[in-house]
């Protein structure tokens, strides 16, 4: 069989590359042009994904200010796809358009904040950008480049405390977004309060199960579901960017056209090699999955509540009676609880999501259980007329269990 003409990777468009792609809504216009300029000056061509890439993160509304300057960019892509080099040339040259601009750069280890760094810096050495550049100050902690026309970028580890008590920043990048607590996040994007067009970026890769992830997850559920709203055609309001690359959930770990899915830098920019290499320095094939094929546990078969075989080999025939039976969950991180319900009319089952618990979990908890033990009008509580209550998720199923026990739901 002839080889399958193939376009050349670097010619597709984002829309054509990224797993999800949501736009912020309300764009009329976007930066993206004089920045797009401004790199050619400096010798950068971006491939058409980047340039798409450039253009939403860049997007603007009737206001001039940035499409997602509120709800943020968060950007889920794997290893050596080009992040740093697109996301870093677009600060260029934002730092040199606009004077006195502002940007800190954040990696959670230090190792990946001083790589970012070298690697900007020797960018700005470039014959092409080092006039525009005053300044490398490579002392450790405080590395920083500093333009002629006083914008500036600073770089540090989040791990060592940097990002936290800033302020007068524009722009916020935080590299490594899989490992970024709320806390952390919320440390850091006060900073740019006086900033009249703030520019926040999160970009990762997806987040192991013991990395605090929640503040990317979160984000990457929200895009999901105004995802899904927007395709059955309801009118959504986004005010961030999310953009996701990665290969199918089940893809084989060898197959290169997963990588090419995965990582559209690969074969042109990024070689074979550095591909073999990267893979080989990961932990195991999880860590490949995650990083080096942009793959979100999430996604993935066993991330599911309930396993497809557990599934099918539990399916009844026969349709139950109509009373109900109840599931409650605890997310992995164990900050987040589900109650869904589910019963049976005729021929039909029906599985609703009843409550969902972000905040005091504590609280919601002894609410929960309270609305178990609660009675009707004929003095019989709710979970005498139910089928049973099944409770998973190891971090809390024990303290839910005690506190139905002392509702006098029999466990
Ligand atoms: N448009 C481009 N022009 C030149 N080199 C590029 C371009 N896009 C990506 N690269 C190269 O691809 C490689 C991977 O990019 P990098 O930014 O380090 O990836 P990541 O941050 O995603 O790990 C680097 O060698 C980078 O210089
Ligand atoms: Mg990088």
């Not at 067009?197 to 999901?224: C, H, K, Q, S, W």
């Not at 290499?277 to 078969?301: C, F, M, Q, T, V």
């Not at 929960?368 to 019989?380: Q, R, T």
């Amino acid at each position: 069989m002839p080889p399958t003409p193939r376009t050349k990777t670097g010619t597709k468009k984002l829309s054509e590359v990224a797993k999800h792609l949501v736009l912020p809504s309300g764009i009329v216009s976007t930066g993206w042009p004089a920045v797009r300029d401004q790199c050619r000056k400096m010798g950068v061509r971006h491939d058409e994904w980047q340039a798409g890439l450039g253009r939403a993160m860049l997007a603007k509304r009737a206001s001039g200010l940035y499409a997602a300057g509120i709800g943020g960019i968060i950007i889920s892509i794997c290893r050596q796809v080009g992040k740093t080099f697109t996301i870093g040339s677009i600060i260029f040259a934002l730092c040199i358009i606009f004077p006195k601009l502002t940007v800190i750069w954040t990696a959670h280890h230090s190792r990946t904040s001083n790589e970012t760094f070298e690697s900007l810096q020797g960018f700005a050495q470039k014959r092409k950008v080092a006039p525009h550049i005053r300044q490398i100050r490579r002392v450790n902690g405080q590395q920083q480049i500093t333009f002629k026309n006083g914008s500036r970028i600073m770089f540090g580890a989040r791990e060592s405390g940097f990002g936290r008590g800033f302020a007068g920043v524009d722009v916020v990048v935080a590299d490594e977004a899989q490992i970024l607590g709320n806390k952390a996040l919320e440390d850091m994007v006060p900073a740019t309060n006086a900033s009249k067009n703030p520019l926040i970026i999160l970009m990762g890769t997806p987040p192991r199960p013991v990395d605090p992830g929640e503040a990317f997850r979160t984000r990457r559920n929200e895009a999901i579901e105004l995802k899904k709203l927007a395709a059955a055609g309801e009118d959504t309001e986004s005010d961030m960017l999310y953009v996701e690359l990665g290969a199918d959930p089940d893809a084989d770990l060898d197959d290169w056209d997963q990588v090419a899915k995965a990582n559209p830098s690969y074969p042109h920019r990024t070689p074979r090699e550095a591909i073999l290499r990267n893979r080989k320095n990961l932990a195991d094939d999880d860590s490949y999955r995650r990083e080096g094929l942009g793959i979100w546990d999430d996604d993935r078969d066993t991330a599911k509540g309930i396993p497809t075989k557990l599934w099918t080999d539990s399916a009844v025939d026969e349709p139950l009676d109509g009373a109900p039976a109840y599931g409650v969950s605890f997310s992995a991180s164990g900050v987040r609880m589900a109650l869904a319900a589910a019963t049976v009319e005729g021929e039909w089952a029906f599985l609703e999501q009843l409550d969902a618990d972000e905040g005091a979990l504590e609280d919601g908890m002894k609410s929960l259980a309270a609305w178990f033990a609660k009675k009707d009008e004929a003095g019989h509580a709710r979970w005498r007329r139910s089928r049973g209550i099944a409770i998973a998720g190891s971090a809390h199923a024990p303290a839910l269990k005690q506190l139905l026990r002392q509702q006098g739901v029999p466990g």
